[in-house]
């Protein structure tokens, strides 16, 4: 392409070749003529995923990522981190307050779509800022939203114009948060044609900054930038292929489930996790996840046996055909004594009201840990 000029693909910002078919950025020249005189120039990859919902593996390594995180301190800009409201541990940022430095943060939890309707959002506001502080991580502000819904975006893009000052805008949020959909929303508010950026329901759409013109009310010239995400090896979803991925990111209002449990009865999440009440009174256990996760309760007794030999048949995902590359499940002992959410990270949780004795099973290198429950 030594004759083309330097453009890159609108939908994910990677630099776009006609030379390379296995390298990040290639679109066919064809293609490239297209887009270059109809001022939308998508790679191959992206084309293929708004098209047919199909991905190519191209992604931004953790390096790449924290990479950009680094340069973050060193920008006088407001800082927009989104997370999903569903999975705030597995979205959150390690050390989120020391890349950006002194810049504000206004933190976005996306997918309110997700939640039950009858959960008021000041409960989920005011729950969400606690968690934050009890975890060290400081945000000038928190906003709920939906991208799907189209839900409080004219009110966060008027939040975002009084914070900024004029100064750009860095979106940041580790994958399939909907931090392009976010944007793509926000751009649609201002008359920006839609869905520029590329979203999907597969993690790390995006690979390289995208930067977008993004004057604010009073006419300052300044930018809002795009940044790549990774996957948090401690979810579940980063486990999952394909379709498996479709099935346990929730694509509309969960409809929580409730079992009555005596000690001795287990749970199972598809084939991707168990939760056994082993110890304490009868009682209500009520699972969040999403409405396509199988759930199955049996005795406890010959569980082991019974997961070994349904995994990829009646429990699943994962499905069939991934049993092979699927982790082994590792038990963890929990003692809960107040209500709590037991919290499968990018999975869902189970909330349990009553003093219990439990364990937990997740796949070998995924995150268990318990939380004052949300709902």
């Given at each position: 392409?030594?004759?083309e000029?330097?453009?890159?693909?609108v939908?994910?910002g990677?630099?776009v070749?006609?030379?390379?078919?296995?390298?990040?950025?290639?679109?066919?020249k064809?293609?490239?003529?297209k887009?270059?005189e109809?001022?939308?120039?998508?790679?191959?990859r992206?084309?293929?995923l708004?098209?047919?919902?199909?991905?190519?593996?191209?992604?931004?390594?953790?390096?790449?990522f924290?990479?950009?995180l680094?340069?973050?301190?060193?920008?006088?800009?407001?800082?927009v981190?989104?997370?999903d409201i569903?999975?705030?541990?597995?979205?959150l940022?390690?050390?989120l307050n020391?890349?950006?430095g002194?810049?504000?943060?206004?933190?976005?939890?996306?997918?309110?779509?997700a939640i039950?309707?009858?959960?008021?959002?000041n409960?989920?506001e005011?729950?969400?800022?606690?968690?934050?502080k009890?975890?060290g991580?400081?945000?000038?502000?928190?906003?709920?939203?939906?991208a799907k819904?189209?839900?409080?975006?004219?009110?966060?893009?008027?939040?975002?114009d009084e914070?900024?000052q004029?100064?750009?805008?860095?979106?940041?949020g580790m994958?399939?948060?909907g931090?392009?959909?976010?944007?793509?929303?926000?751009?649609?508010?201002?008359?920006?044609?839609?869905?520029?950026?590329?979203t999907?329901q597969?993690?790390?759409?995006?690979?390289?900054?995208?930067?977008?013109?993004?004057?604010?009310?009073?006419?300052n010239?300044?930018?809002?930038?795009?940044?790549?995400?990774?996957m948090n090896?401690?979810?579940?979803?980063?486990?999952?292929k394909?379709?498996e991925?479709?099935e346990?990111?929730?694509s509309?209002?969960i409809?929580?489930m409730?079992f009555?449990?005596?000690p001795?009865q287990?749970?199972?999440?598809?084939?991707?996790a168990?939760?056994d009440?082993?110890d304490?009174?009868r009682?209500s256990?009520?699972?969040y996840?999403?409405?396509?996760v199988?759930?199955?309760?049996?005795?406890l007794?010959g569980?082991d046996?019974f997961?070994?030999e349904?995994?990829?048949?009646?429990?699943?995902p994962?499905y069939a055909?991934?049993?092979?590359?699927?982790?082994p499940?590792?038990?963890?002992?929990?003692?809960i004594?107040?209500?709590?959410?037991v919290?499968f990270p990018?999975l869902?949780?189970?909330?349990v009201?009553t003093?219990?004795?439990?364990?937990?099973?997740?796949?070998?290198g995924?995150?268990?840990f318990?939380?004052?429950k949300?709902?």
């Amino acid at each position: 392409m030594s004759n083309e000029e330097n453009l890159y693909c609108v939908g994910c910002g990677a630099l776009v070749q006609t030379e390379f078919p296995d390298k990040r950025g290639y679109t066919p020249k064809s293609a490239y003529e297209k887009g270059v005189e109809s001022g939308l120039l998508y790679c191959q990859r992206c084309f293929k995923l708004r098209h047919y919902n199909t991905l190519e593996k191209v992604s931004t390594s953790a390096d790449e990522f924290l990479a950009i995180l680094n340069t973050l301190g060193d920008k006088d800009a407001l800082i927009v981190n989104v997370i999903d409201i569903f999975d705030v541990a597995g979205s959150l940022i390690n050390g989120l307050n020391r890349f950006v430095g002194n810049n504000q943060i206004l933190m976005v939890a996306n997918k309110m779509d997700a939640i039950p309707k009858a959960v008021k959002h000041n409960r989920i506001e005011n729950w969400l800022r606690k968690y934050l502080k009890e975890n060290g991580i400081h945000v000038d502000e928190v906003m709920l939203a939906s991208a799907k819904k189209r839900e409080n975006i004219d009110a966060l893009l008027a939040k975002i114009d009084e914070m900024r000052q004029g100064r750009d805008v860095y979106v940041i949020g580790m994958a399939n948060v909907g931090k392009s959909s976010i944007i793509n929303r926000i751009l649609q508010a201002t008359g920006i044609q839609a869905d520029v950026i590329t979203t999907s329901q597969f993690p790390g759409t995006t690979l390289d900054l995208i930067e977008i013109p993004f004057d604010d009310a009073a006419g300052n010239t300044a930018n809002l930038i795009d940044t790549p995400g990774i996957m948090n090896d401690g979810q579940m979803t980063s486990l999952l292929k394909g379709k498996e991925l479709v099935e346990v990111l929730p694509s509309k209002e969960i409809r929580p489930m409730t079992f009555q449990l005596n000690p001795e009865q287990t749970l199972f999440f598809g084939g991707l996790a168990r939760l056994d009440f082993i110890d304490g009174e009868r009682t209500s256990f009520t699972v969040y996840m999403s409405n396509q996760v199988k759930i199955h309760r049996r005795k406890l007794e010959g569980s082991d046996e019974f997961y070994q030999e349904h995994l990829g048949g009646i429990l699943q995902p994962p499905y069939a055909e991934n049993v092979g590359d699927f982790p082994p499940l590792v038990r963890k002992e929990l003692s809960i004594k107040e209500p709590s959410d037991v919290v499968f990270p990018g999975l869902g949780w189970v909330t349990v009201n009553t003093p219990v004795r439990l364990a937990a099973y997740v796949p070998k290198g995924i995150d268990i840990f318990t939380r004052e429950k949300l709902i």
